[in-house]
């Protein structure tokens, strides 16, 4: 007989997604490091952007943040699709970044030493977007 047990309990719901909202204000706000403070130093992403795919190291990203600066504008809904003790998956539904493309992003958490870190991003940037973003 299997037992009836909370296996993750809601205040990791929570770090997650805080750990997600720290990504976002760092876009809302232009600092590339308030981004990266939400993503492990070895994280990687990958998406397609105007049709092209780009991939590689998160720097990419930090990158675009400091090239195309704030994102007053941003608005975004953050859904944790799947968690576990460990891992978490969180689906970023994102209009008006930086320069005013619309995003979804799907981040790929992993929990090491009590701290929740983005470990892999994977988006797709929607028509109408007009640079080469990196998500």
Do not use: C
């Not at 190291?57 to 608005?75: M, R, W, Y």
């Not at 799907?106 to 640079?131: M, P, R």
């Amino acid at each position: 007989m299997s037992k009836n047990i909370k296996a993750v309990p809601t205040s990791e719901y929570n770090a997650v997604i805080a750990t997600a909202n720290q990504y976002v204000e760092g876009l809302r706000v232009g600092s590339a490091e308030g981004v990266a403070q939400a993503f492990h130093k070895d994280a990687v992403m990958y998406g397609f952007t105007n049709g092209e795919l780009l991939g590689g190291p998160i720097k990419n990203l930090f990158d675009f943040v400091q090239n195309n600066g704030s994102a007053p504008e941003i608005t975004t809904r953050l859904d944790i699709l799947a968690i576990t003790p460990t891992t978490a998956v969180v689906r970023v539904d994102m209009e008006k970044d930086a320069i005013g493309a619309d995003y979804n992003d799907y981040l790929t958490l992993i929990k090491i030493d009590g701290t929740w870190k983005v470990i892999a991003k994977v988006y797709h940037q929607f028509e109408g977007g007009a640079s080469t973003d990196p998500g």
